[in-house]
């Protein structure tokens, strides 16, 4: 298939090794944000074509894993009400939340749907008069824009029964908060390309600029993360600090303007808490005033709700490139895909069930 096949071509993929492997004469940490990345990473073995020294660590850029253990219990907890059905995407179905999931909710009776797009769950509450429907409203950037979109349906066709449980988050203020952190070790970022698809590049500008560090966008074939490596060991060798494009036949400088249009329609900035990080500046989204009615939060009343990740899980540090899955005292024995402890080894994103399906073979 054309542009499938070409980004999975091995002697292309060789090459590349090769070239970086010249080019690279001091040892660099990298990290790709997006856990699409790091599982094409784990899948193909890229990480062992480099020359020894450079080292690529897994960022804070999957979704599912990120979300809030209360956003998962507040899910739970509204799915538990008769009244309500409760529809999400079906990774979602098996995060933990502090005492269960959503997937116990199910089978314990609770209405959970699952759908492929928010606006599925628009046409359920269009359905279910008679129901209270909430989407729980995951995300960076990428799903932002269809997820504004199903409260600007909503609206239009005003429903009265229809809410969002928003957990909304970016990817630049987290590249921030981790460049600020006094234990970052990370020398050039693999921007995800799907999030500037939408976004464009220019808002990683700042961060280059300021912080000194390359930042390449990157696909998500061997080709395109292989491409993207030598991009930024290129520019780290040379002393330079810019933001580039490897991700061409997707991303433009200025993304999707349209889909910006209707986010900033919908959605404003606000502080977000990550899951197992803690609250970041800037990097979440919610409601707008004009669109505060959908807020799930405002409708059930959901604030209070709060709670602690598991002192064994190692998530927060494994987002944040200081630790790697097998580093845990727990993966892949008491921490597995069917009895995870974590999201991170739930999700078809997630670092440890990356290494868990393509590396727990090696962990002694």
Known sequence: MKYIDEYRDGEIARALSSQIAQVCTKPWVL?????????????????????????????????????????????????????????????????PGSRSDLFRAKANGADVRMVYSPAEAVHIANRLPERKVVFLAIGFETTAPANAMAAWMAKRQGLKNFSMLVSQVLVPPAIRALLASPQHRVQGFIAPGHVCTVMGCEEYEALAKEYSVPIVVGGFEPVDLLQAILMLVKQLEAGEFRVENQYVRSVNYQGNQLAQQVMREVFEPVDQKWRGIGSIPGSGLKFSAEYAEYDANRVFDLELITAEEPAECISALILQGLKKPPDCTVFATRCTPQNPFGALMVSSEGACAAYYQYRRHRVS
């Not at 450079?54 to 998962?72: A, Q, R």
């Open 31 to 95: 990290m790709e944000i997006c856990g699409g990345q790091t599982h094409t990473i784990m899948r193909y073995g890229l990480d062992e074509l480099l020359p020894q020294g450079l080292e690529l660590v897994h960022g804070p850029g999957c979704p599912v894993c990120v979300t809030p253990l209360e956003t998962i219990d507040k899910a739970i907890e509204l799915a538990s009400r008769p009244d309500v059905t409760l529809v999400s995407y079906g990774d979602m179905l098996r995060v």
